[in-house]
């Protein structure tokens, strides 16, 4: 057994664990934060996608032991304060998931690409981007409209109101 | 029309808890003390079991029994089974071979189940699994389904030496000889329908919990449809009774048929949380669903068209040859006869058809429905087989559709199906605007103009959905009838409850059901709670698969509320001091006719309730009503799909740049969801053009077992979507309602393949059409088209 100690949206864990948890196994069975799926074991699909150090990573291949020490968010930590946050919204406002099981993944994926891409991202960079997570239910499209969107009200909410 | 009701895009109710990480999907069901259970699969696409032993593996850490077929058997577990009964022409019934939840003295495909190792945790169960020794005698295997039937190949199953579970024909054998005796052309096409993984994105999974105090079984399980699987393990696998069985499927992440089948992994966790009375726990892995979830497709056709002078089709002659895998799935032998051979009309009026299928055994996975279930297969034929007689005979690919399509309904087409309603016209003619199909010859020179080859194909599909007439499936071998039920339970605040035996996997039945009530009843949308998927709540129902939900399962909910509302009026009667003849309902409101006399339908519920303004005896308190709901005819969505392409012939990579899409689902609650289910479809019917292919080798080894073998659609694979619908009501439900759910899966495939072949100038292209397909393919001279 190993210790681990980390941060997980926003308060501090600490665990014995199996030196081989994966960090999806810990966020999923030890804390019961089951909003990070597990869809493929190959690290193709994207659903168990979650923020380490504000970089979104693979939580099915990293393990736990190695965050030790790192901040991780996870589907249940985005929304602050009882407001979803906008790529949230912007995934309910343009129908951006059905069956919802790659969402959370897809979610985190997205938030990471417009951090990256900037808030002006356009649709090539978008469908290229999320390249690392599957849905087999939306054939995309509307995924790609709500990250349109989701990207520019992150832009919106970062610009300081004085902007207005 | 309010904000949410009937023909509104409302957002989804559901969308919150996803979006929040707050969805309950099997795997996310957890039971104090639960054991894991793990499968030990063959290796081996064909083999006998000389011996398993067991002996180091049950000394490992952690475990806590390991079971076998031998305990299958000594318990008396019955087999999975199939329930669609299919006739072979010579009157024979199909040949379905044994199909042990655990194997029984023999393997027959790869990933067949051969042991389960149950233990405290997933990790130690697999690690145990290791240390199982299983003897096997490795016997020759039999994968491609055209070789099965042959005389020496390898036997599946004894009970069909010859491989072949039925010889099935649907039609008129001399009519369609004599339209081909007097034919002016006949066009012939050998094609292969590639066979697909499902691939829904949250694996299977099982949790079984048995209570002894009460001899209980709780199953939670991903399924399309928990009654029927409640049904199947009672009934015929013997598990409990089922007033001793409760089956749960709540969140389920997709299922695109894959999940309608009983399995044999929820099968033996079921029975083994009892044996070991305690809660038994399975995820499948990626791997183990690429294995063992029920494949789709795998056809192998010849198929020839008959046309008259006038370039009218005048008949058609398939025989395919359809690979059901190594054991017969639960709706398997349905999906290439009824689901195939009486779609094979297409959108046309033709005097003559004649369809045989020989359905066979291989040492492969089972095969049973998936997305569109032998409608995409009959589509691809007839969209392909008509293109090439188009190009073939010098005629314009749209008129030459045009001229043949059926104008005038209820048509009646010589392979069962009477079609209600369509305009097949107005589809193809607002496809072709979208789709800017005069502009396409200026557009094909500027991509030859750099190099590229542009393509246009187009796609008339018909589906027959809505499943189904129970009278009608009987006649044709089902075993089960496709009703559906609806409880509406109006509780005394008013708010309302209402259960339904469909099941919703990404549907977002949470809120077209409720806009359906909300526009019935007047009620706010967030008043309403749309329960399902648990047989403890639900009286009973046959899930979500076939576009069934709105068209068979409104319909019953909509059965549902006509009870309630004359029940509430006659509540409103003695409320308002009234005869119930005079009350009139709108907008929520109770109005005694020609007054200012009314009263809402929260008071009324309430009224219904406390039971103080009537008598009891005469009008029972309460308001809560059931339906069962049968339909009078399968529905056809129908409509034109055009697909634009450029293939870059120095690599064979295909870029498609414009889809353009035209259906007909009739009305329409959510048009935003509807539009969403055709996106979806498309991007399935587009893998399987492109991207998708299960690929066995000789062997039977699956080489295509993991995402990184087996291509999905990514975002990057494929265009955003112009989409449109028409509407022509469908007469055989009070809603008009058609349904969606397939169209995008059926109509897709030949799109793009008519597109390929049509940049490329000659039609021998195989599904998926890969860079490495494609670019062979480029390499060969065009033919001589008879338009050119």
């Known amino acids: 057994m190993v210790h681990v100690s980390m941060t997980v949206n926003g308060r501090l864990v600490s665990a014995e664990i199996d030196p081989r948890t994966l960090l999806v196994q810990f966020l999923r069975e030890h804390l019961r934060l089951t909003g990070t799926h597990v869809g493929c074991d190959t690290s193709q699909c994207g659903a168990c996608t979650v923020h380490v150090d504000g970089e979104a990573i693979k939580s099915c291949t990293t393990l736990a032991a190695t965050c030790n020490g790192s901040s991780v968010t996870t589907i249940e930590g985005l929304a602050q304060g009882g407001k979803l946050h906008p790529m949230q919204q912007a995934f309910q406002d343009n129908h951006g998931l059905q069956c919802g099981f790659c969402t959370p993944g897809m979610i985190m994926a997205s938030v990471d690409l417009v951090n990256r891409e900037g808030y002006g991202i356009d649709e090539q960079t978008i469908r290229h981007g999320l390249e690392g997570n599957i849905c087999r239910c939306t054939g995309y499209h509307n995924i790609v409209k709500a990250v349109v969107q989701g990207a520019r009200e992150m832009g919106a909410a970062a610009t300081p109101k004085a902007a207005e | 029309m309010s904000a949410t009701g009937i023909g509104v895009s409302v957002k989804r109710k559901e969308d919150i808890r ?44 952690g475990v806590v029994a390991i079971f076998t077929g031998d305990d299958i058997a000594a318990d008396k577990v019955g087999g999975l089974i199939c329930g669609w009964m299919i006739h072979s022409k010579d009157g024979s019934p199909m040949k379905a071979g044994a199909h042990p939840a655990l194997a029984q003295g023999k393997v027959r495909y790869v990933g067949d189940h051969v042991a389960v190792v149950i233990a405290d945790s997933y990790a130690e169960a697999r690690d145990a699994a290791e240390k199982i020794e299983v003897h096997y005698t490795e016997l020759p295997a039999v994968v491609d389904p055209a070789k099965a039937p042959a005389p020496g190949a390898p036997v599946v199953h004894d009970v069909a030496p010859d491989n072949t579970i039925y010889n099935w024909h649907i039609g008129d054998k001399a009519a369609t000889d004599a339209a081909f005796a007097n034919a002016a052309h006949v066009t012939k096409l050998d094609l292969v ?24 079984i709780t199953l939670y399980t991903t399924s ?48 083994a949380a009892k044996k070991i009375d305690r809660p038994v726990k399975w995820t499948a ?10 494949h789709g497709r795998d056809h192998v ?71 569109g279930a032998g409608r995409p297969e009959a589509t691809f034929l007839v969209e392909r087989i008509v293109e090439i007689a188009a190009r073939e005979t010098g005629r314009d690919s749209a008129e030459f559709r045009r001229q043949n399509f059926i104008t005038s309904f209820p048509h009646q087409t010589p392979v069962i199906l009477a079609y209600d309603a369509g305009d097949y016209p107005k589809a193809l003619d607002r496809a072709l605007a979208l789709a800017d199909y005069k502009g396409v010859g200026a557009r094909k020179a500027a991509s ?77 949308i967030d008043n309403i709670s749309i329960v399902h998927g648990d047989t403890d709540k639900v009286q009973f129902g046959m899930g979500t698969y076939g576009s069934r939900s709105g068209s068979v399962g409104m319909s019953a909910i ?149 995402y990184m073998d ?30 969606c759910g397939e169209a995008g899966a059926i109509a897709s495939p030949p799109a793009v393949i008519n597109a390929i072949t049509d940049a490329l100038g000659h039609e021998e292209i195989a599904m998926p059409a890969t860079p490495q397909v494609v670019w062979r393919a480029a390499q060969k001279a065009p033919l001589k088209r008879a338009a050119e």
């Open chain 2, 224 to 271: 399309q449809n928990p009654h029927v699987t409640r049904l199947v393990l009672s009934a015929f696998i013997g598990l409990a009774p089922e007033h001793k069985l409760r089956v749960i499927a709540p969140d389920v992440g997709g299922g695109f048929g894959s999940k309608i089948f009983i399995y044999a992994e929820e099968t033996v966790c079921a029975w």
């Open chain 2, 301 to 371: 056709t010849h198929a020839e068209l008959a046309l008259d002078a006038s370039g009218r089709i005048t008949g058609f002659r398939v025989h395919t040859i359809a690979n059901l895998g190594a054991y017969m799935s639960t709706f398997s032998s349905s999906v290439p006869t009824y689901l195939y051979g009486l779609l094979l009309s297409g959108q046309y009026a033709i005097p003559a058809i004649y369809c045989e299928v020989d359905a066979v055994y291989t040492n492969t996975a089972p095969v049973d429905a998936y997305r």
């Open chain 2, 710 to 739: 087996y291509c999905m659609p990514r975002a990057d694979d494929v265009p955003s979507y112009t989409i449109e619908t028409i509407e022509t009501v469908c007469p055989s439900n009070p809603l008009g309602i058609k349904g």
């Open chain 2, 285 to 294: 892995d990626r791997g183990e669903a690429f294995l063992s979830d029920a």
């Open chain 2, 558 to 706: 909509n059965k549902a509320l006509d009870k309630i509302e004359a029940k509430a009026k006659k509540v409103a009667g003695h409320v308002l001091e009234a005869s119930e003849h005079d009350i009139e309902f709108k907008d929520g409101k109770f109005t005694v006719k020609g007054t200012d006399k009314s009263i809402d339908f929260a008071s009324v519920a309430l009224n219904a309730y406390t039971a103080h303004k009537f008598n009891g005896q005469e009008l029972e308190p309460g308001l809560k009503e059931t339906a069962f709901w049968d339909p009078t005819n399968f529905t056809f969505p129908a409509g034109v799909h055009i697909c634009e392409l450029e293939i870059d012939p120095q690599t064979g990579v295909v870029t498609i740049e414009r889809w353009t899409a035209v259906d007909d689902f009739g009305k329409l609650i959510n048009p935003m969801i509807v539009e969403g289910q055709v996106h979806g479809g498309i991007t399935q019917g587009i893998g399987q053009a492109l991207l998708e292919g299960a690929i066995y080798n000789d062997d039977g080894q699956l080489l295509t077992a993991s």
């Open chain 2, 448 to 524: 030859a103009a750099k190099g590229k080859l542009r393509g246009v194909g187009m796609s008339a599909y018909i589906e027959a959905c809505g499943l189904a007439p129970s009278q009608a499936v009987g006649s044709l071998g089902a075993g089960v009838g496709l009703w559906e039920s609806a409880e509406v339970r109006v509780n005394p605040v008013g708010t309302v409850e209402v259960l339904t035996g469909c099941h919703s996997h990404g549907q977002g039945h949470e809120t077209t059901y409720a806009q359906l009530v909300a526009s019935r009843l007047g009620i706010p």
């Open chain 2, 18 to 61: 996803f979006i929040t990480g707050k969805g309950h999907y099997v795997d996310d069901v957890n039971r104090p003390g639960q054991a894991y259970a793990y499968f030990l699969r063959s290796p081996h696409a064909h083999a006998t079991i000389d011996k398993i032993d067991i002996s180091d593996a049950l000394k490992a850490p």
């Open chain 2, 193 to 216: 329908n590639n066979r697909l993984i499902p691939n829904a994105m949250e694996p299977r999974a099982a949790v079984a919990d048995y209570d002894s105090g009460t001899e209980t």
